[in-house]
């Protein structure tokens, strides 16, 4: 996992036992926090004088934030030093939707049409794969019209189409 740190700290030598972290150095905090900005890390550890500050990002991972604090305060109780966990968001989510779910449902009409259309392509080709899909799911997809127009009428299917005068 992507971490960074001011320095060398005993703090952050004692974490890796239990730990794995990719540690990039950096010179000074604000170092640190545009590469936080950059999605490049997924937290940062700040020794100071009286106490060490991590900093970690929940809007990048749920899981990251969590691992890294548990780690961290294992290791500062192990050694005697304090330690402030932060939560750093460069890039806050909505504040109507603070876990993401908009966006995890926008990718439900993306499943359920790639089920659809390998479930279409099956019934066409006779298997599961084969040549030529591509071209049998272009013939499942909308065509302009041959009077010209190029939007796709859209009716209810309970309503018959009624011919015009």
Do not use: C, W
């Amino acid at each position: 996992m992507p971490f960074g740190s001011l320095g060398s700290p005993p703090l952050l030598a004692a974490t890796q036992k239990n730990l794995s972290p990719k540690v990039t150095q950096y010179p000074d905090e604000q170092a640190a926090k545009d590469a936080i900005d950059r999605a490049e890390i997924y937290g940062d550890l700040i020794p100071g004088p009286s106490s060490n500050t991590l900093l970690v990002v929940p809007t990048l991972s749920d899981v990251a934030p969590l691992d890294l604090a548990a780690n961290f305060e294992v290791a500062a109780k192990k050694l005697g030093q304090p330690l402030a966990v932060q939560q750093y968001a460069p890039h806050p989510l909505a504040k109507k939707d603070p876990f993401g779910l908009v966006v995890s449902l926008m990718l439900i009409p993306l499943l359920v049409g790639g089920y659809m259309a390998s479930t279409m392509l099956r019934t066409v080709t006779g298997s599961a794969t084969g040549r030529r899909r591509l071209t049998a799911l272009l013939g499942f997809s909308p065509r302009p019209h041959p009077g010209g127009t190029d939007d796709v009428p859209v009716r209810p299917i309970n309503r018959p189409r009624v011919p015009s005068r």
